[in-house]
């Protein structure tokens, strides 16, 4: 694995953390986004990933001065990837936005550059053809809060080049990440096949009627050790994020229950701006959520 210079195509809630997590491991990292106010943002987001690592990873000045040195930020395409040796795309989770964004990729990037998808629910073998180098292309896919919940799945399609997917491993491992190969395509990956299931079952419960939110967490918490129920770590996902996998479930399968979860959670939550931790209210309010309480599972 010979990566030196990785650029991050997009600086939203993924991308800006695996862009400084990246740079914090002594990688050239180029940020890239659509433009220079969004990118500024970025920037702003990068003071305060800064305090985590301090707190969380016991970070140095030093170390995270040298983090800072080795981001650089453009808007221009062609010039974030003129030198790159990896490409990491965490553009909006839509198919059109993607394929657009590869094709236009595709005409600038050397060569060399090999071009890995930050997708948590689209397979790589949708854009493979797309990107003009199916070889070079795969799936890299981070978990949030990356610099403590640290896991890197890392999945090809079926043209993927065997020493790509090594050297991607390898990468991984190089920033700091718990390396999860996949030995196939799968829809979720390891973690969402996981964790969909079990977060769908809670708004289930509770749009049933069953249990209230509260005690759904506490039972999970309390059977499993958990430090978190499934609200918890919905508040952590996002709501809008769940909010539009059952909208999407709702609109295949017409299933009464899914369209009764959508309706709740756009009346409730949505359409009142509580999107979870990013907003300071969700199914918990924030910064000092009730199932911190040591008094919660009592």
Excluded: C
Aim: aromatic share 10%.
């Amino acid at each position: 694995m010979n990566y030196k210079n990785v650029t991050i195509a997009g600086s939203g809630v993924l991308g800006y953390q695996i862009a400084f997590q990246t740079a914090f491991h002594g990688f050239n990292v180029t940020v890239y986004d659509l433009n220079d106010t969004v990118l500024d943002k970025a920037k702003t987001k990068f003071k305060t990933l800064s305090e985590a690592y301090k707190k969380d990873l016991n970070a140095t000045d030093e170390q995270l001065e040298k983090t800072r040195q080795n981001l650089n930020y453009t808007s221009d395409l062609a010039l974030a990837v003129k030198d790159a040796d990896l490409l990491i795309e965490a553009v909006p989770e839509n198919p059109t936005i993607k394929i657009d964004f590869y094709k236009k990729l595709a005409k600038v990037a050397p060569e060399k550059t090999v071009f890995a998808t930050n997708s948590s629910t689209l397979l790589p073998s949708e854009f493979a053809d797309a990107t003009g180098r199916p070889s070079n292309f795969i799936a890299l896919h981070f978990a949030n809060t990356i610099w403590v919940h640290n896991t890197a799945e890392i999945m090809g399609h079926p043209k993927t080049d065997p020493n790509v997917f090594k050297d991607v491993v390898a990468f991984a491992k190089a920033i700091g990440m718990l390396a999860l190969p996949l030995h196939k395509e799968q829809p979720g990956y390891i973690l969402n096949s996981l964790l969909v299931p079990l977060l769908s079952a809670a708004t289930d419960l509770l749009v049933s009627e069953v249990a209230d939110v509260q005690t759904i967490d506490k039972t999970w918490m309390k059977a499993t050790g958990a430090s978190l129920g499934p609200f918890g770590i919905l508040d952590v996902v996002g709501i809008t994020t769940a909010y539009n996998i059952n909208k999407m479930t709702a609109e295949k399968t017409q299933d009464e229950l899914k369209i009764k979860t959508v309706n709740y959670l756009k009346e409730n939550y949505i359409d009142k701006h509580k999107l979870g931790v990013a907003t300071g209210e969700g199914f918990y309010g924030y910064p000092n959520p009730a199932f911190e309480s040591p008094e919660f599972l009592k």
